[in-house]
Structures are given as C-alpha cells and as structure tokens.
C-alpha cells in the first residue's frame, strides 16, 4: 500500500480510467493497520480515483477441512474491514480450489481438481459466504465472487444457485465472460454474454473486461488476454453492464501496463459509439 502514489493515480487518470483494481498483496488484512489503508484512501480521493476492487486474497471457502476454512473466514472478514477502510466498493475473490498447490499461490487457486465441483465444495462455499456477509454489510463493502470453469462457480447457472442459498445484498456477482467462454461459445461470445446476463441478473455489479480466443492445438484450449485481441464481443458487454446500472465499474483486466493505452482507447471508442457515459470522464 505504501508503493501507492500520487504520481500513479495521475497515470491513471491520464490514461483515461476514472479508478483501480488492487491487490495489495504484500499487506496481511489481519495485521494492516487502519492509518496505513487511510493514507490510500486519501491519496485516491485526492487525485479523483475511485476504488472499485480491493483484493479478497483468494481464500480457499470450499476446504472440507473446518480449521481450514475458518481461518479462510476470518482473512475474508478481515480483507473486507481493510476494504471498508480504503474506501473501496468492493472486494474480489474467487472460491478457492482444492488443486493440491494451492494454498498460498493465487494462479493456483484457480486450478481444477474434482473436488470443486462437488456437493460438498458448493455447501461449504454457502457456508462460508454466510458467514462473511455481515462484515461485508458492516464494512459497506460488496463480497464480489469471480467464477471459472475450473472452480465451484463454473457457469452463471451455479453462481446464481449458490447466490440465491446465500441470500445477502452484500454477496454478489463480478461477472467475467471469459472465464466461461468455451471452445464453441467464444465465437458467439455476445450470445453467451446476453444468457449470463439473463441468468445473473441484478446479481451483477461489476465486471472484468478481458478477451478471449481459441488455441490451435489439439486439445480444447481458449486463452486469455488483453481486449481487442480476441473475440469477446465488448460491444455486447458494455451494452448490458450499462443496463443494469451505468454506475456499475468496467475493470480492464488481462492486458500489461503497456497495453493500457490501447486498451483504453478501445473501451472508450466503443463507449462513444453506444452513446454511454464514461465515470468521471474529461
């Protein structure tokens, strides 16, 4: 937190964003202190920037292990507190997976394992949400669940099972397309996009922008990366976000800080083109 500077948010709001996505992972949620996350508070403020996600630091909430998921409670719980503080509107988690390497290493905890997608992995990750929504009411902070084929939350469909047993205005969606895109949906990617939306609903809000697109390999492989490099159809995407609330951020995701210029122009073109309003925009 303390590597955050005035001078960054200035690049970011040059750029053309009117916020950012952090996640901070350097600084334990149970041990940060308050001053420290209001010094990022304040300097956010005063360069005009929003925090729209602060990281959940991707807890494992599926474990069959009680020990194990508790303390995964009481991390979320404390991620949200620290969110509250740096005034953040969110925090964003996955659900964890059961991959033998994935304790401690965030690309791990999206790995598969045939556990995630048992009964027993979607009862434990209700548990769990139930149990951190009221920090997250306490903290005024959304707990913000990402999905992938490869955990608990493969498809919009389960996510909105799972949303519905939990039942908090505090537990929500931060849709991702391409983390659902298949071999043969990715060439249709607005179709799927507009039945995710269909099934998610006011469950929704947030999303991450990132593209998509098939391998040319033997096995089934879509990859994913910087916007306009794929086929995620962006046009779509924004179309149903704005629908839904035209507060609701659009976090570009997948690309490196050199490409944030072109991945900006791009989101900004086609917001122009649908006649939508870009947050904070000059």
Same mark, same amino acid.
């Given at each position: 937190?303390?590597?955050?500077t005035p001078?960054?948010?200035?690049r ?5 964003f ?5 996640? =901070?992972? !350097?600084?334990?949620? @149970?041990e940060t202190?308050? +001053? ?10 005063g360069?005009?920037?929003?925090m ?6 991707w ?6 292990? $009680? ?10 719980q404390? %991620?949200?507190r620290l %969110? ?8 964003d988690t996955?659900?964890?997976?059961? +991959? ?5 290493? &965030?690309? !791990?905890?999206?790995?598969? &394992? ?7 992995? @979607?009862h ?11 920090? !997250? ?8 669940? $990402? ?12 996510t909105?099972e799972?949303?519905?047993e939990?039942?908090s205005?505090?537990? @929500?969606?931060?849709?991702? *397309?391409a983390?659902w ?13 507009? *039945? ?11 999303? /991450?922008?990132k593209d %998509?697109?098939?391998?040319? +390999? #033997?096995?089934v492989r ?11 159809d =962006?046009?779509?995407? =924004? @179309? +149903? ?6 507060d609701?951020?659009?976090? !570009? ?10 991945? *900006?122009?791009? =989101? /900004?073109?086609?917001?122009d ?5 870009? #947050?904070?925009?000059a």
């Amino acid at each position: 937190m303390n590597d955050l500077t005035p001078e960054l948010c200035r690049r970011v709001r040059a750029l053309g964003f009117s916020g950012i996505f952090t996640r =901070f992972a !350097a600084n334990d949620p @149970r041990e940060t202190p308050r +001053h420290v996350a209001q010094r990022v508070r304040d300097i956010l403020a005063g360069e005009g920037l929003r925090m729209y996600q602060a990281t959940g630091y991707w807890q494992n909430m599926i474990t069959p292990d $009680e020990s194990v998921r508790c303390e995964s409670v009481r991390v979320i719980q404390a %991620a949200l507190r620290l %969110a509250g503080w740096m005034g953040a509107r969110a925090i964003d988690t996955g659900p964890g997976s059961m +991959h033998p390497d994935s304790a401690g290493v &965030h690309a !791990a905890s999206w790995w598969p &394992h045939p556990y995630n997608w048992t009964a027993q992995a @979607r009862h434990q990750l209700v548990k769990t949400l139930k149990e951190c929504a009221p920090a !997250a009411e306490d903290a005024g902070v959304y707990l913000c669940l $990402e999905g992938a084929q490869t955990v608990t939350l493969e498809n919009a469909r389960v996510t909105r099972e799972v949303l519905d047993e939990v039942g908090s205005p505090w537990v @929500r969606s931060d849709y991702d *397309s391409a983390n659902w895109l298949t071999l043969k949906t990715v060439y249709d990617s607005a179709a799927a996009i507009a *039945s995710d939306f269909d099934t998610l609903g006011e469950y929704i809000v947030s999303c /991450h922008a990132k593209d %998509a697109w098939p391998v040319n +390999h #033997l096995n089934v492989r879509v990859d994913q990366g910087c916007p306009g490099r794929g086929l995620v159809d =962006f046009r779509a995407l =924004f @179309r +149903h976000m704005e629908a839904l609330s035209p507060d609701y951020p659009v976090i !570009a995701e997948g690309n490196t800080t050199e490409e944030l210029p072109q991945v *900006s122009a791009l =989101f /900004h073109r086609i917001a122009d083109e649908l006649g939508i309003r870009v #947050l904070d925009d000059a």
